[in-house]
Every structure is written in C-alpha cells, then in structure tokens.
C-alpha cells in the first residue's frame, strides 16, 4: 500500500514537471472597458476575448504552449487604463497586448508600447492610432475615413451634392466630424450645415430646424445611441424629406429600436457581420462571421456585436502572427503582423504592411438599409 | 429664419426645459423641509423611467399600471432612503448629509445598471407618435403631455405647500426644526414625507419623459445637475421657481443651439447662470437673506 501510493506520488510530481517544462503560457495581455460608460462596447470583448482563448487552447494551443489571458477592466476611465497597461508590461510580462476599448484609452497608452518593445493591437477606431504609424502600435477596427468614402460614394451615384453634416460632440463624433469636414469639399460636395449635439442630449429639434432652413440634399449623421435615434425621430417630427445618412455607430439592432418606424430607410455603412446571414456564401469572410456568430450566441447568449468582433480579430491575428514567424516573442510577433496579409477578419480583409497598421479598405463596410426593422445590404 | 423657426426652437425649448423643472420641483421639496440638497434626486428620475420600462417590457403589463407602478415603487426607494441613510445621522451637519445623498445616487445607478441592464430603452408614447403643427413647429403629442402633466403637478405642490396643514408643517420644519417639534410637529414624519413626495415627483418626470427622451441607468447624472441649475436659477426653496427656472434654462439652450452655436449651447446657459448669480446670488424667484439654520 504504502509503496503504491509512493509511486503515484511520484508519477504526479514527474507528470507536473513535464506539463511545466514543456509549456509555459503564453501571456496575452487584453485592457477592455467591462464596466463604466463604454462597457456596452468592453462586455463583448472581454467575452469574446475568453471564448478565443478557450478555443486555442482545447486546439492545442500555440506552438504547443497554452495561452493565457491576463484581462484589466479599465471602468472606461484613462487614468486606470495607463495602470492597468503598466501593470501588463511590467509585472505581467505579456507578449502582446489587445484592447483598450475606447480611442481616448488607446491614445493614452499608446506610447508605451515602443519603450516595451511590445505589439498593441487597439480595438478603438480612432485614425490618430495608427497614422502616423507608430511600429508597436495596430489596430484592428476600421477607420472613420472609410465609412465616410463609403456614404459619400452613395451621395455621388444619387447625384446629391449639397450635404448637412450632425455629429455629437464626443471623441467618437468630432474625429468623425473632422474627417467629413475634409472629405466632404475634397469629393466636390458642399457643406451646408455643420451641427453638433451633445452625448446626454434629449432634443435635436433646434439643429435639425436649422438644417431643414438650409434644404440640403441629403443629412449624415455622426454619433452613438442614443443620440441617432433622437435625430431619425426629430427628422419624422420636423417632416425632413432628404434622406438621412447614419454612421456605423448604430449598427446595432438596438438603434432600430430605440428609433422605431423612424429608423425605417435610413442608410448606413457598416460591418459584415451585422448582416452575417445574407453575405453571399462565395464571399471570403462567410466563414468567419458565421463560425464567430454561432459560437458567441451558442456561449454568451446574445446577440454578437461588431466590438467583440475587434477582440476576435486581434486574439487570431497574434495568433496567425505567431504561427507565422513560429515564435511567441513580442519583437517576433510585431514583425510577423506586418507580414500578414489576406486575413480574413470579422471586420474585413486585413493586409498589414509597414506602412499600414490597420489593413483595412473601404471595403471592409458594407452600405445597409433598415427595412421593415431589420438590416438588408444596399443593392 | 421664419417665425415658424422660432416658435419651434421656443417649443422644444419647453419641452427639454420641462425635464430641467420636474427634476426641480423634486429638489426644492427636500431642500424646503429639510435644508439637504438632494443630489439623488436624478435618480429618483432615472427610476421611474427604467422602472416603467421594467414594468412594461419585463412583465408585460398594459402601460397605464406600469407607469402608475413604477411612480409607487419609486415613491417606496424614496422612503426607504430617508429611512436607512438620512434618517440614523439625522443629527449630522447638512453637508454630510448632502454627502450621504451623492453616495445614495451612485449606488442606486449601479444596482440598477446590474439588475436591469445598461442599455438604453423608450417607452412607447402615451397618445401615439404623428406630429401636431402649430403655427408651422412641429411637436410631438407626448410633449403636449409632458407640459400639462408638468402644469398640473406645479399646481398641486404649491396648493399643497401654501394650503395645507401638512405642507405648512413641511415648510416649517424647514424654518426651525426646534421650533416646529415644540409646535407639535412630527418632524420625522415629514422628512419621510418629503422624500417620498419628491421621490414620487421625480418618477412622475422619469414615466412621461421616457417616451420623448429615452432612459437609462445612467440619465440621472445628467438630469441632477442641469436640474439642481434650474432650481438655483429660480430661487432654491421656491417650487414655482424650480420649474420657471427650468423651462427658463431649456429655452435658453434651445435659442442657444438654434442661433448662435449648437457647440457651445451648454457653455452659453452656463455663463447667463454665472452672470445672474453674480447679479442676484439669490435666484430670479427667490427670497433675498433667506437664512437657514
């Protein structure tokens, strides 16, 4: 008895050593913004996040190491965004870091990232983030700048050519305001009206008065809930006949609800995977926005939202990056992400360079229209 | 610019400012009884929209009973805050007091951003959504709704507090705590009563406001503030000045974003609130060398 149970022991100290040598995590650092304001954009991630971890590691891994991820809720608040980086770097030796979930959290932290000679991949939109391009420092969510071509691309074909532009006056509104300001007379459109609203605003009748007192031809609308459907719902009240242009910061199905019949027509640029089931099967990213869709619903039971899909698309990019350079070092993994190249991503095609640390085009959005309470691709 | 323009920036003007002066009203009835500044007062708000929304959607009930529910259950938080956070360090200076109310905001703003959600919800509106045109401004049916309802509350506090007994015996406890026990007054009771009174205000504002402006856990903050400015612009203390000083400070920001700059609308009302507390420190309605103890 005595000497059975001398051997079992010793098998488990053997066996816990082996596991030891031959797999040492791999560290992933993620910052997301679970709680506080943004945390309608963090949950998703941070979900997403442990689901893409759970799977590499019921597939074996990578490079036969675990993963592990280390995740930091930053409460949407800078000041515990740049610890919680810190504390990454430091103390937690990762190899790469994905996250934060707002641009004002990524700009913070930003600089970081090249003193610790270790790769950020942001999931916040901003274009200060990867232009000038910082070598350290990626992003995965598309750019403000190709959601504008994509609407203005739309403008020109309907052969609209005076515009109002209504953003909100938050990070995610006045980088979108300032891209239209420079896209708009670029693409020899005119600019009529330049209207803003605040983020807690309840009533836009008095900008919307003044946009309907300049009749142009068409209004692009730049902001997050709940602000979008005020403005749809104000332009019914006020009986403005041009067609009103959203951004792709409502597609989520919680826009049409909030705006109710007032959403009905309204057009949008916005991600695939909102409109996973109709992308025709030959299209590249099918696959991916199905399996990425099933999986989350079948786990989290809701809805997927296009920010979880940022954090998906980091985790498999470090992951493609590593398979790649077969290395899990963070200088390798940088290097080998700006190899990557046709990667199909819940966002769109990424195709890094040296040059370009975000990878996507403006074909990454697709041009929806609301019907009948639900999304359906602009033909 | 037509005339039409700005009877609609006037319109809308009203209906915002309408929020600023229910949010008010509810300031002003715990500041008269108890010299506290409520600063929970936007979730009382807050509460009675997302609990309307819980009533409606969550359980299913027809919306008359759920907005008539969700007034009574905020009227129940409201006393059950007096009872367990102001009422056992009643003694303490009025400061702390305030203090106990911003702790009592966040809290309630996180057990509701836990229980029902972070999202944002409307209810649907009370007499459908088709505009009504007045002179060429177009407004919604519910705002019509929210400016009666507003009106009519306004009549009854102030026929409440100058009528009554029971208001009269609020109002004095404001005076002289001392002096209106040794009256005879319950002045625990009237404490209670005023924070369920002005609870009860407060979900009122939350309900008929929902359909127009949408809630969610997080309305509150935003509500507090321009409504504690709407309450210092009319006089604190004054009911009648609360919500004048609200649809005062909503026709500003309205006018504001109409012709001057929407950029600037919240910095311009602020400066005219500066400015007129500069002028007459104690708002446009109230009593000059108002004391309290």
Known sequence: ?????????????????????????????????????????????????????????????????????????????????????????????????????????????????????????????????????????????????????KLLDLAKARGQKRLAIITVSDGFGQAGREVLKELIPAKGFELTADEIYGPKDTDMTAQLTKIKAQNPDAVICWGTNPGPAVIARGRLQLGLTMPLYMSHGVASKKFIELAGDAAEGLVLPAGRLIVAEQVAASHPQKKVLMTYTADYQARFKQPVSTFGGHAYDSLWLIAEAVKLGKSAKPADIRASLEKVTAFQGTAGEFNFTAQDHNGLSKDAFELVVIEKGDWKILQ | MTFSDYLQFLLSGLTVGSTYGLTALGFTIIFNTTGIVNFAQGEFVMLGGMLGVFFLSGLGLPLPLALLLAVLAT?????????????????????????????????????????????????????????????????????????CITCGLLLLLRHFFSRTLWGKAMLACA?????????????????????????????????????????????????????????????????????????????????????????????????????????????????????RV
């Open chain 2, 75 to 147: 009227l129940l938080i409201g006393a059950l805050m007096e009872r367990l956070t102001i009422r056992p360090v009643q003694d303490a200076p009025v400061i702390n007091l305030v203090i106990v109310t911003i702790g009592v905001s966040i809290l309630v703003r996180g057990i509701v951003q836990i229980v029902l959600g972070k999202d944002t919800h409307a209810l649907p509106p009370f007499t459908g959504s088709a505009p009504v045109s007045i002179a060429g401004a177009a407004v919604q049916p519910q705002s019509l709704w929210v400016l």
């Open chain 2, 175 to 291: 005076f002289d705590r001392k002096a209106a026990f040794l009256a005879g007054i319950g002045v625990r009771r009237m404490v209670l009563l005023s924070f369920m009174i002005s609870a009860a205000v407060g979900a009122t504002g939350g309900v008929i406001l929902a359909p127009l402006t949408m809630t969610s856990y997080d309305v509150g903050i935003m509500l507090g503030l321009k409504g504690f400015a709407a309450a210092v612009l009319g006089g604190l203390g004054n009911p009648f000045g609360a919500a004048l000083g609200g649809l005062i400070l909503g026709v500003l920001e309205s006018f504001a974003a109409g012709l001057l700059s929407s950029a600037y609308k919240d910095a311009f009302t602020f400066v005219i609130l500066l400015l007129l507390l500069f002028c007459k420190p104690s708002g446009l309605f109230g009593r000059r060398g108002f004391e």
């Open chain 1, 1 to 149: 008895m005595k000497r059975v149970s001398l051997l079992l022991s010793l098998c488990l100290v053997l066996a816990a050593a082996a596991c030891a040598a031959a797999a040492e995590p791999i560290k992933i650092g993620a910052v997301f913004s679970v709680t506080g304001p943004a945390s309608f954009l963090g949950e998703p991630e941070r979900n997403t996040a442990q689901m893409v971890v759970d799977e590499m590691n019921a597939a074996g891994g990578l490079l036969g190491r675990p993963v592990e991820l280390v995740v930091y809720d930053d409460e949407t608040d800078v000041n515990k965004a740049v610890l919680a980086v810190d504390k990454l770097l430091k103390k937690d030796g990762v190899v790469a870091v994905i996250g934060p979930t707002t641009s004002g959290n990524t700009l913070a932290v930003m600089g970081k990232f090249a003193k610790a000679e270790v790769p950020l991949i942001s999931c916040s939109a901003a274009e200060k983030i990867t232009s000038p391009v910082d070598p350290w420092v990626f992003k995965v969510a598309p750019s403000d700048r190709h959601a504008v071509e």
